[in-house]
């Protein structure tokens, strides 16, 4: 019986940090679980983001038929471990066309995960243990952080204040997660708030490996992770917001913000 793992989100919870412990050490771990992260499965992430972005039927059959093509594309293995973001969809701030920016998780979320597990059903057979993990964060540290990101990503001219007030009736992730746990039970649905493991160890990496099957003393005999911030600074921000308001040409724009991002990180501890 095939048991699969997907990590599926959310944005900004410590999944860029998950899935690098991961790389680092997918061998390592090959004889327990085999690991595959965005870079192996672009069709289906691409598709997903796009969905996300505009959550329209067809596009939902498109990643289902990307994410088929990869299913059957990779071996069967005793343990299975699928993990991206956009699994979830986009991350909120970003706009859709027609219905303005996006506010919360489980619109694209949900259908997302309803077509993962159909998916992985398809491919492993209706006795495939599936479960799924959702790493949360804390609601206003979350949403700033979703706020930094998106300047640096796109034509963001909202300070901080004004972006929070879009999001008066901001929905907690662990509520988000839920939901989407209903959508799609009986399948498990696993979470893990940043703040309390990204201290760990092994860092955020830890829930996953310990939904591998690897025990704690098994689990302590890894490399420790490397911590690594990948937001920007707050001087940073500030400046993206500048650019983004003050640069008309696309190309430039992101340059700058490219070669700010870069001296950002070198120049950061």
Known sequence: MTHVIVHAGFHKTGTSSLQDYLRAHRARLADRVT???????????NAARRYGMRPHPWRLWRFRRALRDFLNAIPEA????LSWEGFSGVMPGHRRPLSGPVRGMARAAVPLARGIV????????PAARIE???????????????????????????????????????K?????????????????VHTAWLEE???????PATPALRLMGLSDTEIAALPR??????????????????LNRTLADPAELKQRKDALARDDHRNRP
């Open 78 to 81: 005793p343990v299975i471990f």
């Open 118 to 125: 159909a998916e992985l059903r398809h491919r492993f057979g």
């Open 35 to 45: 690991i595959y992260l965005k870079d192996d499965f672009l069709d289906a992430g």
């Open 225 to 242: 992770a490397s911590h690594v911030n990948r937001g920007n600074s707050d001087a940073a921000t500030q400046t993206f917001l500048h």
């Open 172 to 188: 907690p992730l662990d509520a988000e997660a839920a939901t989407v746990a209903r959508a799609i039970a009986p399948v498990p």
């Open 197 to 203: 493991i990204s201290a760990l160890p092994q860092g």
């Open 132 to 170: 799924f993990l959702y790493t949360l964060r804390e609601g206003e540290t979350w949403l700033r952080s979703v706020w930094g990101h998106i300047a640096r990503s796109i034509r963001l001219t909202e300070d901080y204040a004004a972006f929070r007030a879009g999001f008066r009736t901001l």
